[in-house]
């Protein structure tokens, strides 16, 4: 069975930095590419960031480009999103993903940015 | 960013109906187009992909078609358990986006 876990999640002042962790299991994780999504509290869906199976390549969205960091490591089957800079706009539950169709989700964790 | 515009955003139905939602892009994305079902405080659920393929597990009441720009996801005899938000993606061009999503509702 496909699992995926967040943590790292919690309250952060804005200008701070948290990393999300996602833990894999029930599928050879080093094989998928993967991606962290967003939902903003009452809000729709968002795309965060993807990366390739051998963490080679990573796409962002724009409003995070040059603050949040996608990286893996396939040795511990783990996902990680360093978010750095927050913002107030950051808010949101966060969700890992396989990135195939995005067929499998986690619960996801929530970040806030507030003083 | 590709635009996509889920029509209508809100629907109000009954069980035993028919329920057509649509999703337009702002240029074309090939089949590259899924379906998601998110219920309150729960993780979206894939439930179609490349357009028209019907996710595993998935119940064959649900379906889709389009390609290029128009896409429409449709469910023969809506459910209790279908009452939902819905999400279309594209997932053709970075960044990937979704439509703002269809709140499907009892009536």
Do not use: H
Request: positive net charge; contains cysteine.
């Amino acid at each position: 069975e496909v699992q995926l876990v967040e943590s790292g999640g919690g309250l952060v002042q804005p200008g701070g930095s948290l990393r999300l962790s996602c833990a894999a299991s029930g599928f050879t994780f080093r094989t998928f590419w993967m991606s962290w999504l967003r939902q903003a509290p009452g809000k729709g869906l968002e795309w965060v960031a993807n990366i390739k199976e051998d963490g080679s390549e990573q796409y962002y969205v724009d409003s995070v480009k040059g603050r949040f960091t996608i990286s893996r490591d396939n040795a511990k089957n783990s996902l990680y999103l360093q978010m750095n800079s927050l913002r107030a706009a950051d808010t949101a539950v966060y969700y890992c993903a396989r990135d195939r169709w995005t067929d499998y989700w986690g619960q996801g964790t929530l970040v806030t940015v507030s003083s | 960013d590709i635009q996509l515009t889920q029509s209508p955003s809100f629907l109000s139905a009954s069980v035993g109906d028919r329920v057509t939602i649509t999703c337009r892009a702002s240029q074309g994305v090939s089949s590259y187009l899924a379906w998601y079902q998110q219920k309150p405080g729960k993780a979206p659920k894939l439930l179609i992909y490349a357009a028209s393929t019907l996710q595993s597990g998935v119940p064959s009441r649900f379906s889709g078609s389009g390609s290029g720009t128009e896409f429409t996801l449709t469910i023969s005899s809506l459910q209790p358990e279908d009452f939902a938000t819905y999400y279309c993606q594209q997932l053709n061009t970075y960044p990937r986006t979704f439509g703002q999503g269809t709140k499907v509702e009892i009536k």
